[in-house]
């Protein structure tokens, strides 16, 4: 019996000791997959972008605490001078609208034509809950299987891995990114979301939560 005991005691232990590195192999794994799609299709510079008719803005929430998110504030900085610039000629602003109270994609299309962008040029996608909605909806929605996606650059990236693993032609624009003291929590998480992205490809197979009625972009 005690023979018994320290044999599963033992394995026990193993075990113990073994999952921390299994998880943080899986976490490196997913991770380094995710960077090295995403290579050498994300840009700092809007000058290296190349010229496309679409991007897809990706949301957030334009305060957090009651104070303004600056992920969000750089991210529609960033679409803003990717238009300028003439990169692009349309936007699809993709975001969560589950509720009446909180709308990602109004506020995204508010914010960019106050800042010059043509309301006709702004089209949007209220069903982009999660990256990958808003990647699989841009086509199976708004017919565009080759786009600028505009985030952050660890977004992008997700974002772009998703994307190829679609069938779409799909480079990033990366946003301004917040500091770490500040962003900390969101650039952790960032790490699970990767984990949660390679599932969705392999997997899980997951489509998104709505598809619906083609909409027509006008270029």
Not at 34 to 56: L, Q
Not at 187 to 203: G, K, M, P, Q, S
Request: hydrophobic content about 45%.
């Amino acid at each position: 019996m005690k023979h018994l005991f320290r044999l599963t005691f033992k394995r026990v232990l193993v075990a113990l000791f073994a999952l921390p590195i299994l998880l943080g192999l899986a976490i490196w794994g997913c991770n380094e997959w995710v960077e090295r799609t995403a290579h050498e299709r994300s840009y700092d510079d809007v000058a290296d972008v190349p010229v496309m008719d679409v991007a897809v803005l990706l949301g957030c929430s334009p305060n957090i605490a009651g104070r303004g998110n600056l992920f969000y504030t750089y991210r529609i900085e960033a679409a803003v001078a990717l238009y300028r610039a003439n990169k692009v000629k349309a936007f699809i602003v993709s975001g969560d609208n589950s509720t009446h109270e909180y709308d990602e994609p109004t506020v995204m299309k508010e914010s960019l034509i106050a800042q010059g962008v043509p309301e006709q040029a702004i089209y949007c996608d209220y069903a982009g809950f999660r990256t990958l909605d808003s990647m699989v909806r841009a086509e199976a929605i708004f017919d565009q299987s080759k786009f600028v996606v505009i985030s952050q650059r660890f977004h992008n990236e997700r974002a772009v891995f998703l994307a190829r693993h679609w069938g779409l032609e799909v480079v990033g624009f990366n946003a301004r990114d917040v500091s770490r003291s500040i962003g900390m929590g969101t650039h952790l998480r960032e790490y699970l979301a990767r984990v949660n992205a390679v599932l969705d490809v392999t997997l899980l197979q997951t489509k998104p939560k709505f598809f619906g009625p083609k909409v027509q972009i006008k270029k």
